[in-house]
């Protein structure tokens, strides 16, 4: 079987777009179309109910996803022993505030070391990393989690995040010397990061859980944008300090004394069942040795 075909049909099982699967494929839309019925015919049974809104996988489709997606691992495993090379493209997804915080040095490092090496950064919430996991879009994430309970990915802790509240200047609760308590800080206004984000959703919990609360909570995908509108003075956040220590340091934010909030485990998750290509294995240790220096 032309494994060009099995490229196509879990491209395609991915995008659920035919035009999707060709722009990312660069091949015309009636090759993919062209690919995707030869398959079809070399297995006798149909793999794509084609829809108005898509192309979907039928129950003979979804079988051969899984067993596909083992014979290109496969084939992968087979060209990097037949080559020798590190080279490649590694994926990596991370929440936002990692991508500007702890993988350039990571990156950085490595264009020294592994010129070969091309890395692309995604960032991405814990949703959207391990969703690209599954696909395959990923081969790499970092997630910004306590737990990571999923069945096809597995995780490791390699650092801690810590955390901390943050406000402006001037603000009534900057530098306060006795420690604001939840009822104080519901009566503020907080700017978090976006859904899914662990330690801004259990901010949250804890903030709509004190009694008769209403906080005005706005949601951010971005960590940039928190931090200005907190350094503007329009109400109070809370991030990783790598992420504010600059700001802190030139006075352009400062710090809220209130509850203790634990650091955050920064998990490497992988696709429990796929190969881990030698290129994203360099990255891994790279990573390691930077979070443990």
Same mark, same amino acid.
């Given at each position: 079987?032309?494994?060009?075909?099995?490229?196509?049909?879990?491209?395609?099982?991915?995008?659920?777009?035919?035009?999707?699967?060709?722009?990312e494929?660069?091949?015309?839309?009636?090759?993919?179309?062209?690919?995707?019925?030869?398959?079809?015919?070399?297995?006798?049974?149909?793999?794509?109910?084609?829809?108005p809104?898509?192309?979907?996988?039928?129950e003979?489709?979804?079988? $051969?996803?899984? !067993?596909?997606?083992d *014979?290109?691992? +496969?084939?992968? &495993? %087979?060209?990097?022993? /037949?080559d020798?090379?590190?080279g490649?493209?590694?994926?990596?997804g991370?929440?936002?505030?990692?991508?500007?915080?702890?993988?350039?040095?990571?990156?950085?490092?490595?264009?020294?070391?592994?010129?070969?090496?091309?890395?692309?950064?995604?960032?991405?919430?814990?949703?959207?990393?391990?969703?690209?996991?599954?696909?395959?879009?990923?081969?790499?994430?970092?997630?910004?989690?306590?737990?990571?309970?999923?069945?096809d990915?597995?995780?490791?802790?390699?650092?801690?995040?810590r955390?901390?509240?943050?406000?402006?200047?001037?603000?009534?609760?900057?530098?306060?010397?006795?420690?604001?308590?939840?009822?104080?800080l519901?009566?503020?206004?907080?700017?978090?990061?976006?859904?899914?984000c662990?330690y801004?959703d259990? $901010?949250?919990? !804890?903030?709509?859980? *004190?009694?008769? +609360?209403r906080? &005005? %909570?706005t949601?951010? /995908?971005?960590?940039?944008?928190a931090?200005s509108?907190?350094?503007?003075?329009?109400?109070?956040?809370?991030?990783?300090l790598?992420?504010?220590?600059?700001?802190?340091?030139q006075?352009?934010?400062?710090?809220?004394?209130?509850?203790?909030?634990?650091?955050?485990?920064?998990?490497?998750?992988?696709?429990?069942?796929?190969?881990?290509?030698?290129?994203?294995?360099?990255?891994?240790?790279?990573?390691?040795?930077?979070?443990?220096g």
């Amino acid at each position: 079987m032309d494994t060009r075909l099995l490229h196509t049909f879990t491209t395609l099982a991915r995008t659920g777009s035919f035009t999707a699967a060709a722009a990312e494929l660069h091949l015309a839309q009636s090759t993919v179309t062209v690919h995707i019925r030869s398959l079809e015919r070399e297995l006798g049974t149909r793999l794509f109910d084609r829809l108005p809104t898509g192309a979907l996988l039928t129950e003979s489709g979804r079988r $051969l996803l899984e !067993r596909a997606e083992d *014979v290109l691992d +496969a084939v992968a &495993r %087979l060209q990097a022993d /037949g080559d020798g090379a590190l080279g490649g493209r590694v994926a990596v997804g991370a929440p936002e505030s990692l991508c500007s915080s702890r993988l350039p040095g990571v990156i950085a490092a490595l264009r020294t070391s592994h010129p070969e090496l091309d890395v692309g950064l995604y960032a991405a919430g814990t949703a959207g990393c391990v969703e690209g996991l599954r696909s395959g879009r990923l081969d790499l994430a970092l997630l910004l989690e306590e737990e990571a309970a999923f069945p096809d990915v597995t995780s490791e802790p390699i650092a801690r995040e810590r955390l901390v509240l943050v406000c402006a200047p001037r603000h009534s609760l900057a530098e306060r010397a006795h420690a604001a308590d939840w009822a104080e800080l519901a009566a503020e206004d907080f700017f978090l990061l976006e859904q899914g984000c662990s330690y801004s959703d259990e $901010l949250e919990r !804890r903030l709509l859980a *004190v009694p008769g +609360a209403r906080p &005005r %909570l706005t949601r951010f /995908g971005s960590v940039d944008a928190a931090r200005s509108c907190v350094s503007a003075g329009l109400g109070l956040a809370l991030l990783p300090l790598t992420t504010v220590q600059e700001h802190l340091r030139q006075g352009q934010l400062a710090r809220v004394n209130g509850p203790r909030f634990a650091d955050v485990p920064v998990r490497l998750a992988r696709h429990r069942r796929r190969w881990t290509a030698p290129a994203a294995q360099t990255f891994a240790r790279a990573l390691a040795e930077h979070s443990s220096g």
